[in-house]
């Protein structure tokens, strides 16, 4: 295999690992586990242009920023355009992930079928356009849960159940994030940390919320 080839491989491999190890990795134990001198990785890293980023002395993926290539099929393709829709349809707040990733498609198979193409585009217009609620703190929490449920850590969040009643706080273990047309409303289910009760929030509801350090497993039969 060419210089080139190797080097791409290891950049391959790192990216691997350091999606595998939501805490993150050192560089010492990136080389170990590849068999390779701490600076090739060093070097590696610098030639890296995906989203690493170093934390006391532990290397991360950006899981926000890191872009996951994906091939779809013509059947494949029209199934998310149609997931997407129905979600759009649904909701009453922007969500600019909705539009982004229906643009991106669009574009994607525009030279395949141009017609559906056009048709795709124009939906990640009309859900910037219709959805009229601009929610930045709905759409602050949301993505904050996805990075929590994503990387398995601990959230802290500020949760009202009603308007009349006062906020409380909990520590919650995302285990699924799910959309309900009744209500145009999206929940969070996960532990709370104590006592270890599974509990359902509307995302709606959340007025604050931070990501910890601490980790989380989801049992194998949630």
């Known amino acids: 295999m060419k210089r080139t080839g190797v080097k791409a491989n290891r950049i391959s ?6 999606l595998a190890h939501p805490n993150g990795l050192t560089q010492a134990e990136i ?3 590849l068999g390779v001198h701490r600076s090739t990785i ?3 890293l610098a030639d890296m242009n995906g989203p690493v980023y170093e934390d006391h002395g532990r290397l991360f993926i950006d899981r926000e ?3 996951v290539h994906v091939h ?3 059947h494949e393709a ?3 355009h149609l997931a997407a829709r129905l979600f759009a349809t649904r909701a009453d707040r922007q969500n600019p992930h909705a539009a982004a990733a229906l643009r991106k498609l669009g574009l994607a ?3 395949l079928a141009p017609r559906i193409s056009r048709h795709i585009l124009d939906s990640a217009g009309w859900i910037e356009r219709c959805c009229t609620w601009c929610d930045p703190l709905y759409l602050q929490v949301l993505e904050k849960l996805t990075v929590a449920w994503a990387e398995g850590r601990q959230a802290r969040i500020w949760y009202r159940k009603g308007e009349a009643e006062e906020v409380k706080e909990y520590c919650l273990c995302p285990y699924f994030i799910e959309a309900y ?7 969070v289910i996960g532990r709370v940390e104590p006592p270890g009760h599974l509990r359902t929030f509307k995302i709606e509801r959340i007025e604050r919320i931070e990501l910890l350090r601490q980790g989380y497993q989801i049992p194998d039969d949630f």
Do not use: K, P
């Open 181 to 187: 047309a009744i209500g145009q409303t999206s929940y």
């Open 72 to 74: 779809f099929n013509l």
């Open 78 to 80: 029209m199934t998310i």
């Open 31 to 33: 080389a170990r586990r």
């Open 109 to 111: 198979i525009e030279r």
């Open 13 to 18: 491999q790192i990216e691997t690992l350091l």
């Open 42 to 44: 060093l070097r590696n």
């Open 65 to 67: 920023a890191f872009l």
